[in-house]
Nanobody, 127 residues
Framework: QVQLVESGGGSVQPGESLRLSCTASGLSISSGCVGWFRQAPGKEREGVAA???????YYGDYVRGRFTLNRDNAKNTVYLQMNNLKPDDTAIYYCARGRLCADLTGGGWSGRGVSTWGQGTQVTVSS
């Protein structure tokens, strides 16, 4: 059984940082493409970041320069380091996997090619 489990969400003030974790079971975290989406109430899901087998990374337009994706193969975990958080970053963040990063980023980060979704972790940024 393939599972992706997220952790690390919480409530922070603007300008602070969080690190989200996505740990895989039933597959190698370095296989295929693993990344993050987010969705706030009443808004469409949007892509955040993705990393492919070779370690190349891709970032959504609104997080580039503030968020960094990295991977620890020994722990079978992908980390999303989120710096300088803003209230607009408030959302549920979902880990996702596809065969290729185009499965995540294609069609404007539609995520239609995602094969496995995590349950999500809440990130709240407010004063």
């Amino acid at each position: 059984q393939v599972q992706l489990v997220e952790s690390g969400g919480g409530s922070v003030q603007p300008g602070e940082s969080l690190r989200l974790s996505c740990t895989a079971s039933g597959l190698s975290i370095s296989s295929g493409c693993v990344g993050w989406f987010r969705q706030a109430p009443g808004k469409e899901r949007e892509g955040v970041a993705a990393i492919n087998t070779g370690g190349s990374t891709y970032y959504g337009d609104y997080v580039r320069g503030r968020f960094t994706l990295n991977r620890d193969n020994a722990k079978n975990t992908v980390y999303l380091q989120m710096n300088n958080l803003k209230p607009d970053d408030t959302a549920i963040y979902y880990c996702a996997r596809g065969r290729l990063c185009a499965d995540l980023t294609g069609g404007g980060w539609s995520g239609r090619g995602v094969s496995t979704w995590g349950q999500g972790t809440q990130v709240t940024v407010s004063s």
